[in-house]
């Protein structure tokens, strides 16, 4: 069984609509993170947390908000999506106990936003 | 900031050639250094790391070596295979400036054809 795991792995909405994306993950790691990933952009940093009651803003937090339910589980939400919030969205964990932040990835959720 | 800058692609090699895909990165505390590797429809896993100067990753046959005197961190691999097809991350985790966060590179498509 995959280590994290995203749903839904694709997703077609129309702009305007509330979209929410989850993560879970079966590693015991206490940080997670959202990026999303655009051609020739590489992964661009939108939220992460350190544990359940710390959340923090990354470079590209506008239009986006997240909830950490659990230390297992963190969502992210589009209040009301763009059509260029259409990107490939990766959830990733570490562990603060190994020191580099090595990151561990999800398989992504690919969102078209019409 | 701390950045990371790669060669763009993409990169189309035979089967059995010599790969190298440059990478330099912009720091100001003791980077630690990675190479993540993206295969088609999946999420991003490291390849191999490096945490101080002069240390050499390694894995499946790739290698890079972490040069402060350059700031570059080169992936290179002597006989690329056709399994070797994917998107190459370099990226940079820097516990001094950058709070743990990590900062990745544009990606470097490689296609490899028999």
């Given at each position: 069984?995959?280590d ?6 694709n997703?077609i ?8 994306l989850?993560?879970s ?6 940080r997670m993170y959202w990026?999303?990933q655009d051609?020739?952009l590489g ?5 992460y ?8 803003k990354?470079?590209?937090?506008d239009?986006?908000s997240?909830?950490r339910?659990?230390q ?7 209040e009301?999506?763009?059509p260029n919030q ?5 959830c ?11 990151q561990?990835?999800g398989?992504?959720?690919r969102?078209?936003?019409? | 900031?701390?950045s ?8 189309t090699?035979?089967?059995e050639?010599?790969?190298t895909?440059?990478?330099?990165y912009?720091a ?5 250094l990675f190479?993540?590797v ?9 390849l ?7 240390d ?7 290698e890079?070596?972490y040069?402060?005197?350059t700031?570059?961190?080169h992936?290179?691999?002597?006989s690329?295979?056709?399994s ?8 940079l ?8 966060k990590?900062?990745?590179?544009p990606?470097?498509?490689?296609s490899?054809?028999?």
């Open positions: 069984d995959a994290v795991t995203q749903t839904p792995r997703r909405t129309k702009t305007g609509k509330r979209i929410m989850e993560c993950q079966t590693k015991g790691h206490d990026y999303r051609p020739g992964l661009r940093l939108i939220y947390s350190f544990d359940v009651k710390d959340i923090n990354g470079e590209i937090s239009g986006y997240v909830s339910q659990a297992a589980k963190f969502s992210l939400s589009l009301s999506a763009i259409t990107a490939l969205y990766f990733a964990t570490s562990d603060r106990l190994i020191l580099d932040n090595e561990f990835f398989p992504g959720t969102l078209t936003v019409l | 900031g701390d990371v800058t790669q060669m763009e692609g993409p990169v090699l035979s089967e050639a010599f790969l895909i440059n990478c330099t912009t100001t505390g003791y980077p630690s190479w993540y993206q295969y088609p429809g999946e999420g991003l896993q490291l191999l790391k490096a945490t101080k100067a002069d050499k990753g390694s894995n499946k046959g790739f890079a070596t040069r402060k005197e700031t570059s961190f992936l290179e691999k002597g690329v295979q056709v070797d097809s994917a998107v190459y991350f370099c990226a985790s820097d516990r001094l400036t950058s709070y743990d990590v900062i990745f590179g990606g470097t498509s490689l490899v054809i028999p």
